[in-house]
């Protein structure tokens, strides 16, 4: 079964860091991309950063960049997501997801965990 599981998400005062992690299990072979998502409460889900499986293409939200590093091991099947420097406009439910060869959208995702940043 094709599964994506987060982990590392929690609390933090503004400042802060926080490591994500994703592990996929299953079917990875057939993976393009994967990158992490967010949702803050009443606002639409949106890009965060995403990398190519295979190779050094990567995309940065401009909200993030120079503070977000996404990485990936893929002897681990698993890309994290270090972030420095929080701030509590970052609070969200973070997602990983993953996108298929031939797809043009992210079509297997994980359950989410959540990032809080106090002020």
């Known amino acids: 079964q094709e599964q994506l599981v987060e982990s590392g998400g929690g609390s933090v005062q503004a400042g802060g860091s926080l490591r994500l992690s994703c592990r996929a299990s299953?079917?990875?072979?057939?993976?393009?991309?994967m990158g992490w998502f967010r949702q803050a409460p009443g606002k639409e889900r949106a890009s965060v950063a995403t990398?190519?499986?295979?190779?050094?293409?990567?995309y940065y939200a401009d909200s993030v960049k120079g503070r977000f590093t996404i990485s990936r091991d893929n002897a681990e099947n698993t890309i994290y997501l270090q972030m420095n420097s929080l701030k509590p406009e970052d609070t969200a439910k973070y997602y990983c997801?993953?996108?298929?060869?031939?797809?043009?959208?992210?079509?297997?995702w994980g359950q989410g965990t959540q990032v809080t940043v106090s002020s």
């Open positions: 299953g079917r990875t072979g057939n993976i393009h991309y």
């Open positions: 997801a993953a996108r298929s060869f031939g797809s043009t959208t992210y079509d297997r």
């Open positions: 990398i190519m499986w295979e190779g050094t293409t990567s």
